[in-house]
T-cell receptor, first 112, second 115 residues
C-alpha cells in the first residue's frame, strides 16, 4: 500500500539534544512538507520541498533543518536552537498543485 | 502573502442536521487551490474536498460541499446530515498553484455533534 510513514510515533528527548524525525513516502510525489501543530492549534508550515535537493523555509523554520537527498525521504531535524520543540509534527506529500496532501500519522515529540 | 481565517473556534450541531464551517482567505494570486481536512482526536489528517480557483461549480463529495464565493474570498464547508463520527477538528487550507506551491492552513474549527 502506498502512503507516508513517520517514525517514531512518540519521541522523548532531553533539552539541548538535536533530534531527527523521519518521513518516508512511496507515492512517487515530488512535493513534501513538514508541519508543526501545538495543542488546540492549526498547522504551521516549517519547511517544504518541491524537488530533490531543493527546499524552502516555511513560516516557522527557525531552529529546524531539513534535507531532501532522495525523492521519497524528507527528514526533519529539531535542533537545540528551537526554543519550544514539544509539539506534534506532521509530514505530508502531494502529487501536484490541484491534488490534496497526503499526511503521515505524525510524531509527538516531548522535550524535557 | 496568503492567509486563511477560520473565525469559529468551536461549533455544535445536532445529529442529522446540516452545519456550515466558515473559511475566508486572502491572496493576491489568481490561481490557487482550496482544501478542507478533518482531524479526529487520533491526530490523522483526512482530506475532505478540493476547490480550484477557476472551478465554476461548487465542489461536492458525498455529504460534504464547498460553498465557494470567489468575490468574497470565502470557501465555507457544508456538512449535511451530521453524524456522531463527524465530531473532529476541521481545517481549511490554501495552496499556491505556481512557484513553490506553499500551503497555508487556518487555525481550525472544533465541531461537536450532539446526539
Amino acid at each position: 500500500d502506498g502512503g507516508i510513514t513517520q517514525s517514531p510515533k512518540y519521541l522523548f528527548r532531553k533539552e539541548g539534544q538535536n533530534v531527527t524525525l523521519s518521513c518516508e513516502q512511496n507515492l512517487n510525489h515530488d512535493a513534501m512538507y513538514w508541519y508543526r501543530q501545538d495543542p488546540g492549534q492549526g498547522l504551521r508550515l516549517i519547511y517544504y520541498s518541491q524537488i530533490v535537493n531543493d527546499f524552502q523555509k516555511g513560516d516557522i523554520a527557525e531552529g529546524y533543518s531539513v534535507s531532501r537527498e532522495k525523492k521519497e525521504s524528507f527528514p526533519l531535524t529539531v535542533t537545540s536552537a528551537q526554543k519550544n520543540p514539544t509539539a506534534f509534527y506532521l509530514c505530508a506529500s502531494t502529487a501536484g498543485s490541484q491534488n490534496e496532501q497526503y499526511f503521515g500519522p505524525g510524531t509527538r515529540l516531548t522535550v524535557t | 502573502a496568503q492567509k486563511i481565517t477560520q473565525t469559529q473556534p468551536g461549533m455544535f450541531v445536532q445529529e442529522k442536521e446540516a452545519v456550515t464551517l466558515d473559511c475566508t482567505y486572502d491572496t493576491s494570486d489568481q490561481s490557487y487551490g482550496l482544501f478542507w481536512y478533518k482531524q479526529p482526536s487520533s491526530g490523522e489528517m483526512i482530506f475532505l474536498i478540493y476547490q480550484g480557483s477557476y472551478d465554476e461549480q461548487n465542489a461536492t463529495e458525498g455529504r460534504y460541499s464547498l460553498n465557494f464565493q470567489k468575490a468574497r474570498k470565502s470557501a465555507n464547508l457544508v456538512i449535511s446530515a451530521s453524524q456522531l463520527g463527524d465530531s473532529a477538528m476541521y481545517f481549511c487550507a490554501m495552496r499556491e498553484a505556481w512557484g513553490y506551491q506553499k500551503v497555508t492552513f487556518g487555525t481550525g474549527t472544533k465541531l461537536q455533534v450532539i446526539p
